[in-house]
């Protein structure tokens, strides 16, 4: 199979993501406009027949003072990984953006190597012997993800010291996900652990009603996670990010975003941001006030918008990033136990990866990322 490779338009681009089952929120056209501090380039990848096969969204950061960037792929491309040629999809790739001035090129391939059922993280939470999640032996390998690695390892390209935790501006390398294809409504709940359950009956004995909004509602949005912000001690992004956000994605498609309150006697106590491209859904963003926490708002919110998502005929919901760490003390512990609760799994991606053009200003990059 021969390929070729070229830039595309917008339109191409988001009419070869809806014809897909589904795709990385990052690898969509609008998401360019999202992070409009980078420069952008949606790229094709095409058969002999002159079928568009495969795409990807470029971001380009600029390098300061001197015109090379750093070429990025968020969740992508949106290729076939599995392809036994894959260095014919990757070799026009790394040409094409070494053309545009790129010295290094970062990319996370969307394939999944390991996932671990609920259970089996339970029962390691409570072994002494269980540090992280490698730890316990996965419920499922998909062994054609180390055949991947191989290949990208043979032809230069570096796995990303992520850490594993994958927060900041990395992606999560781990991410907790409930899947939905072929089950019931009543499946997932029973599913939920105990303390769930009894947190979503609390939450609607209490009165706590779970509301959809929409975008003059972001300012309330802010006001919940600049709260959040302060108690977890993370640094908040500003409303104009939220607010580009949900232009630019909803502009594309009407229901790529959305954005749900947990309120109790009309009061928001918790909120949340879901995105939807095709059958996957992300639980992307999430804040909730100090008070009034005895009314289990999240769970609520979390149900609501766990049946949405299945009402849209999802395969996935997705909770995004979780540490690999069950150890107790760890101060992203909470996260993992949190989400074990609905009886998803976890997954482990292959992590982000670089291939180095000039490998000079790659690893100038590197140590000034080291000192930030």
Do not use: C
Not at 27 to 44: M, N, Y
Not at 253 to 269: E, Q
Not at 305 to 324: E, F, Q
């Amino acid at each position: 199979m021969s390929l070729t490779l070229r830039t595309i338009s917008r339109e191409q681009h988001l009419a070869y993501i809806q014809s897909l089952p589904s795709a990385s929120h990052m690898q969509v056209p609008a998401w360019a406009d999202v992070k409009a501090e980078w420069r952008s380039e949606s790229l094709g990848w095409f058969d002999r027949s002159g079928e568009l096969v495969g795409a990807g969204l470029v971001l380009y950061r600029q390098l300061p003072k001197i015109k090379r960037y750093l070429a990025y792929l968020p969740e992508g491309p949106v290729i076939n990984w599995y392809a036994p040629n894959l260095n014919e999809w990757l070799e026009p790739m790394l040409a094409h953006l070494k053309h545009q001035g790129a010295f290094s090129v970062k990319m996370g391939p969307p394939v999944i190597i390991r996932r671990w059922e609920a259970n089996s993280i339970k029962a390691g939470i409570q072994s002494p012997d269980v540090k992280r999640l490698r730890d316990i032996e996965a419920d499922f390998i998909e062994p054609r993800a180390f055949e991947v690695a191989d290949k990208l390892r043979r032809m230069g390209w570096q796995q990303g010291e992520d850490g594993g935790a994958g927060f900041g501006d990395v992606q999560p390398r781990y991410v907790y996900q409930v899947p939905l294809a072929n089950r019931s409504l009543e499946d997932v709940h029973k599913n939920f652990n105990q303390l769930w359950r009894r947190n979503i009956k609390k939450a609607e004995k209490a009165g706590v009603e779970v509301v959809q909004a929409g975008y003059h509602d972001l300012e309330e949005w802010q006001r919940l996670y600049e709260i959040t912000a302060v108690r977890d001690h993370f640094r908040p992004r500003p409303l104009s990010y939220f607010q580009r956000m949900w232009s630019a994605l909803n502009s594309e498609d009407p229901n790529r975003m959305r954005l749900y309150f947990a309120r109790h006697n009309g009061v928001n106590l918790s909120a949340a941001t879901m995105l939807i491209v095709g059958g996957h859904v992300w639980y992307s963003y999430g804040a909730s006030d100090n008070i009034g926490r005895e009314f289990r708002p999240s769970n609520a919110m979390q149900w609501r918008m766990l049946r949405d998502a299945y009402a849209l005929g999802a395969t996935v919901y997705d909770l995004r990033g979780i540490s690999d760490s069950l150890d107790e003390t760890d101060h992203l512990f909470g996260l993992i136990q949190f989400k074990v609760g609905t009886g998803g799994q976890a997954a482990e991606y292959l992590g982000e990866w670089d291939f180095p053009l000039n490998k000079l200003l790659h690893k100038a990059l590197d140590i000034y990322m080291s000192r930030r």
